[in-house]
């Protein structure tokens, strides 16, 4: 029980604590295991919109402008407000 509080605390460490090292490897790790689903879901997101423009780039340059302003637009008003 005495580790996990360990791990637990603020940047100082008490005494009891100081013969385990962390290094930024490991923090590196436990960070990108919590931020890994959210860096995921951000990049899929991108990715429709992405797939959307591509589709539509091949009806023409007049499309494909269209398309790119409507997504942009869609990606500052309407994604925002719903997430």
């Not at 990108?32 to 899929?44: K, T």
């Not at 991108?46 to 091949?58: D, E, K, P, R, T």
């Not at 398309?67 to 990606?75: I, L, P």
Request: proline share 4%; hydrophobic share 50%.
């Amino acid at each position: 029980m005495e580790k996990a509080s360990c791990l637990e605390e603020a940047l100082l460490l008490p005494e009891s604590c100081k013969e385990e090292e962390i290094t930024a490897s490991d923090e590196v790790k436990r960070q990108l295991r919590l931020a890994g689903p959210l860096i995921a879901g951000s990049l899929l997101q991108n990715l429709i919109q992405m797939i959307s423009v591509m589709f539509v780039g091949h009806l023409g340059e007049l499309p494909l402008a269209g398309a790119s302003m409507a997504s942009s637009f869609a990606a500052v008003t309407g994604f925002s407000l719903l997430c």
